[in-house]
């Protein structure tokens, strides 16, 4: 009898030792599945910055705005330097660049779109920005813009604000509302 009560007893250590070891083992799983899941976590989080530089992303800053009166043309020209910048790791291009012009006119506040033109004089100087402009990866451009309006367009006529609208390659729209257009000038006043 004694016999049998030592087997068991044997049996009963044999099992606590085994669960005592078999519960090390759970705790040291569960300890490499906390770091896995931590290191996955910050994969994850590298692997959407990543992502996020490759998404399409122009910043443009209007660097200078005149209204210029042409007295060849009789024309009111605005002219506009705008930086581009493509804090991205992919290339990019502008497709089109708009002016919104919002005025008043007749007690109605109305607006007027006008597409850019590549190429203008300054001073029988000739200067061209044709579209598209590519602005590689990490990169910036200066973009100086010309818009032509006929003069009696502007005839009362208050401007209430400007708007610059960017197009690029992958649809997407850039706007700056934030413009100050330095007064009239003439054309011969251009240095």
């Given at each position: 009898?004694?016999?049998?009560?030592?087997?068991?007893?044997?049996?009963?250590?044999?099992?606590?030792q085994?669960?005592?070891?078999?519960?090390?083992?759970?705790?040291?799983?569960?300890?490499?599945?906390?770091?896995?899941?931590?290191?996955?976590?910050?994969?994850?989080?590298?692997m959407?910055?990543?992502?996020?530089?490759?998404?399409p992303?122009?910043?443009?800053?209007?660097?200078?705005?005149?209204?210029?009166?042409?007295?060849?043309?009789n024309?009111l020209?605005?002219?506009?330097?705008?930086?581009?910048?493509?804090?991205?790791?992919?290339?990019?291009?502008?497709?089109?660049?708009?002016?919104?012009i919002?005025?008043?006119?007749?007690?109605?506040?109305?607006?007027?779109?006008?597409?850019?033109?590549?190429?203008?004089?300054?001073?029988d100087?000739?200067?061209?920005?044709?579209?598209?402009?590519?602005?590689?990866?990490?990169?910036?451009?200066?973009?100086?813009?010309?818009?032509?309006?006929?003069?009696?367009?502007i005839?009362?006529?208050?401007?209430?604000?400007y708007?610059?609208r960017?197009?690029?390659?992958?649809?997407?729209?850039?706007?700056?509302?934030?413009?100050?257009?330095?007064?009239?000038?003439?054309?011969?006043?251009?240095?």
């Amino acid at each position: 009898m004694n016999t049998d009560f030592s087997k068991i007893f044997q049996i009963i250590i044999d099992s606590i030792q085994s669960i005592n070891l078999s519960s090390v083992f759970a705790w040291a799983g569960a300890l490499v599945a906390l770091s896995s899941a931590r290191s996955a976590k910050k994969q994850y989080q590298l692997m959407k910055l990543q992502d996020e530089r490759r998404n399409p992303n122009l910043n443009i800053k209007i660097e200078q705005a005149l209204n210029v009166y042409n007295s060849d043309t009789n024309a009111l020209d605005y002219i506009f330097d705008i930086m581009v910048k493509n804090n991205t790791d992919i290339d990019n291009s502008v497709t089109r660049i708009q002016l919104l012009i919002r005025y008043e006119f007749n007690g109605s506040n109305l607006f007027h779109v006008a597409d850019y033109s590549g190429t203008f004089k300054v001073n029988d100087k000739k200067v061209t920005s044709n579209l598209p402009i590519s602005i590689g990866a990490n990169q910036s451009e200066k973009i100086s813009c010309h818009f032509a309006f006929p003069e009696d367009w502007i005839l009362d006529r208050s401007v209430i604000d400007y708007t610059i609208r960017v197009y690029d390659t992958h649809d997407n729209t850039y706007l700056d509302t934030n413009i100050f257009v330095i007064g009239e000038m003439r054309h011969e006043d251009i240095q």
